[in-house]
């Protein structure tokens, strides 16, 4: 089959075997994801790491209690070990002066170094009934069954109940668990409760994803969610979706190239979600921040371009004269380029036009320089009156300050400082009735 017909037949869930792939990992990424935010906000994100690493012990020790390969038992076994795993760090960090991430650490290494051990053992053993189990490491999703999909589905049904219900008092645990305490609320138990879905999470991965890949799906949908908002409750529902659509996308790459386990696949996947969210997320993302600096750069060399085609016309009040590019930079250090790009975009904006080679504010022009000026020396005025800077101090911060503040402050520096006529130079501050059209 060529690439469309593939991509057809996956689509279409045709094939039961990629009905049982495609919902598990969804409901797999739907779970962890949701989770994610919770342990992501505490700074737990590698509590999963370490509960992930912790069921590992659990699966070969529960094989040699039953004898043979009996998924139930497995999962059990590895449930057991993850919240032991759990307890082992909250004590570590309780009775001794090790930290919280070096309590994860430790505990993350020497369980999983046990599980290694104990695999090991099984494999060399001699036995036949435990072909796969090295499987738990990256996972196989191939081998996700329809009561597989059932449990995972009735799993993540209890834990996003337990969610929606309990979101407001999961909200104060990560935010702030000491007003929580002080409120009556109870924060251990509040605890138990994240950590066993979190334990209930890590299990039912490990079919799809395994205990090593399994970290990452409890760390990454809530990373990249961060990036796009500052609502938890958004946040969640991002984490999640970002969490299915992982588990659909690495289902599909996996489904197109047989060869490539669908475990690392989903993890990959999110990995690239976390990386496009942290380059293009509006606000937060390195692309969006870089866009929004080099905006705010542009926007201040067009007001310090209004600022001096006012001044200069300022004493005669003679704002139609042209200046060439050569007269403007005498009198501000402009770059050529941006010069001209700053004069074009005046010209779009209708603050400037072109006349005989050079360049002069229109009427609205007129009115958005002064108002720029007058920014500048009020705020002068107030360095010098209200905080009794000297007068030879205040024409930097001015500078800085002419580009932030809104016309609401502009408002209360008036009424502060009384509707002052000059600055602390003796030059006007100018006043001009009118808005200016942007």
């Not at 390195?286 to 866009?291: A, C, K, M, T, Y």
């Not at 705010?296 to 067009?302: A, D, H, L, M």
Request: charge should be positive.
């Amino acid at each position: 089959m060529d690439f469309w017909d593939l991509t057809i037949r996956f689509f279409s869930l045709s094939d039961a075997n990629v009905q049982n792939v495609v919902a598990g990992s969804i409901l797999l990424g739907c779970v962890a994801g949701c989770l994610s935010t919770f342990a992501y906000l505490q700074k737990k994100s590698l509590l999963g790491d370490a509960l992930a690493h912790s069921a590992l012990p659990g699966v070969g020790i529960a094989f040699l209690v039953v004898g043979y390969k009996h998924l139930p038992s497995l999962l059990i076994g590895a449930a057991i070990t993850a919240w032991l795993g759990a307890l082992a760090v909250n004590l570590v960090v309780r009775k001794t002066k090790i930290k919280l991430d070096s309590a994860l650490g430790i505990v993350l290494s020497v369980l999983f170094g046990l599980g290694i051990v104990i695999l090991t053992h099984i494999q060399k053993s001699g036995a036949g009934s435990q072909s796969g189990l090295d499987k738990f490491l990256f996972g196989q999703a191939a081998a996700i069954s329809g009561d597989d999909v059932k449990l995972l589905f009735w799993v993540t049904v209890v834990m996003l109940t337990v969610v929606v219900i309990g979101f407001s008092r999961f909200k104060l645990l990560s935010f702030d668990p000491g007003f929580a305490r002080a409120i009556g609320v109870n924060v251990s138990w509040l605890q138990f409760v994240l950590t066993t879905m979190l334990v209930l999470a890590v299990v039912v991965g490990l079919q799809a994803v395994g205990v090593v890949l399994m970290a990452a799906m409890l760390m990454t949908p809530a990373a990249a969610a961060r990036q796009w908002t500052d609502r938890l409750g958004l946040m969640t529902v991002l984490a999640a979706a970002f969490g299915m659509l992982a588990g659909l996308m690495g289902a599909y790459v996996s489904f197109l190239a047989p060869k490539l386990p669908t475990g690392p696949w989903i993890v990959i996947v999110i990995s690239v979600i976390f990386g496009l969210s942290l380059l293009f997320a509006p606000g937060r993302g390195v692309v969006s921040r870089w866009l929004s600096h080099v905006d705010q750069r542009n926007k201040i060399t067009r007001e310090h371009v209004l600022k001096v085609l006012y001044n200069s016309g300022a004493n005669d009040k003679r704002w139609a004269d042209p200046l060439g590019l050569d007269q403007i930079t005498t009198m501000w250090s402009f770059a050529r380029r941006e010069l001209k790009s700053a004069l074009s975009a005046l010209r779009r904006q209708g603050f400037v036009m072109s006349a005989d080679g050079g360049f002069h504010l229109t009427d609205n022009g007129v009115i958005e320089g002064a108002r720029i000026v007058r920014l500048h020396r009020l705020w002068e005025v107030y360095l010098t009156q209200v905080v009794n800077l000297p007068p030879d101090h205040v024409h930097r911060d001015a500078h800085d300050m002419e580009h932030v503040l809104t016309p609401e402050l502009e408002d209360k520096l008036e009424k502060l400082l009384g509707r002052p006529q000059f600055d602390p130079h003796n030059q006007e501050i100018p006043y001009i009735q009118g808005e200016a059209t942007k």
